[in-house]
């Protein structure tokens, strides 16, 4: 047995998460060559809780099946995007009362850059140049740069696409808004929140931050750190489910003067008064467009049951990291020189919850992988992702897929 194989046992007995790995529904039964699955894609989607299915169909068969309309009061319906988005504020860094739970985050994404751009040029009564730019990370996930786009031609902005570390140089006087991510979702680099958001709001702008692939890997700290908005999914690192609801963020100081580009009934200070004009709802209340969708949003609420038993966020960051140092040791060990190249910083402060590895035929690579049961995913042109979800994923789980991963690439010569 290698050296790394009995690390693996020594830190899974010492783990003080071990026993959330039971909460959720695991391929233990064992998918190609000698050995139990790994999942390593929970940055892509979670695995499942155990006590969704239930709660699901609870819902179904008693709740919209025999109580029909009248769970909209009595099971709490209509109240579930402002509950479950407390539930998820510790989560974030977050005091209850900013987080709405709602839409896609591709929605939250474009209420929250209008809206950032709206609030600069309602404070923005200096002499001078008027706020007509919105800068972008110009390595975002794709759809945050189309929404940004769009956002601009609605504002009448011009875009400006930078790279992070740029970002500092590039806000000016003209600057309204500035979207960011918080982890690069390629590399798994994380990005310098307090220091960026400091460095807008020097600026005389607004930020808005995607918290995709940070929200329950790693601490946040919105109100700690005056962030204005965010928005996050939570099917990644929260295991709310394909296609479950993201939400959005406002900081309490701004929702008085949030104006939502897509106002909708649920967003009335009066929904059921039915009233032609519009009276934006107090509070993060605002951020809601329309009728909740009840099925995936009640199916979030029972995954974050897992966070009841007093696991912390920074227990799970400390795992987190423990894990991909541990990976990134198997890796060195097990596979070839020269054979892929780590893209993540090994540093723990420019670090999310993934480790990204660059190899010539990555697409081929994953599907072998993947084949003998150990699941991560892959990333155009030839990026393989690992993603460590320190809930369910174990040290024997790392070193089998670091072990899995050397035996194809020397099978593949790749």
Known sequence: MSEQRIRAKELDAADVLAAL????????????????????DGNSLGALPAAVPGRVEDVVRRQWGELRIRSWTEEGWWTAPERIGDRIAPLVGAAAGQIVVGD?????????????????????????????????????????????????????????????????????????????????????????????????????????????????ALPVGLDEHGVDLAVGCTYKYLNGGPGAPAYLYVRAELQDRFDSPLPGWNSHAEPFGMRPEYAPAPGALRGRVGTPDILSMLALEAALDVWDGGVTIEEVRAKSLALTDFFLECVEAYVPGGRVECLTPRAHGKRGSQIALRCPDAGDVMQRLIGRGVVGDFRHPDVLRFGFTPLYVGFADTERAARVLAEVLTETGA
């Open 21 to 40: 790995r039971a909460e959720f529904v695991l391929d233990e039964g064992g998918a190609g060559s000698g050995g139990e699955a790994v999942y390593l």
């Open 104 to 216: 896609s985050t591709s929605v939250n994404v474009f209420k929250a850059v209008v809206g950032a751009v709206r609030l600069a040029r309602s404070a923005d009564t200096a002499a001078g140049p008027a706020r007509d730019e919105i800068v972008v990370d110009a390595t975002t996930f794709p759809t945050d740069g189309y929404i940004a786009e769009s956002a601009a031609r609605m504002t009448g902005c011009t875009l400006r696409p930078v790279p992070p570390s740029g970002i500092p140089d590039a806000l000016g006087e003209r600057t309204a808004a500035v979207l960011l991510n918080h982890v690069d979702y390629r590399t798994g680099r994380l990005h310098d929140l307090p220091a960026l958001t400091a460095a807008v709001h020097a600026a005389g702008a607004y930020v808005v931050w995607d918290l995709c692939h940070s929200a329950g």
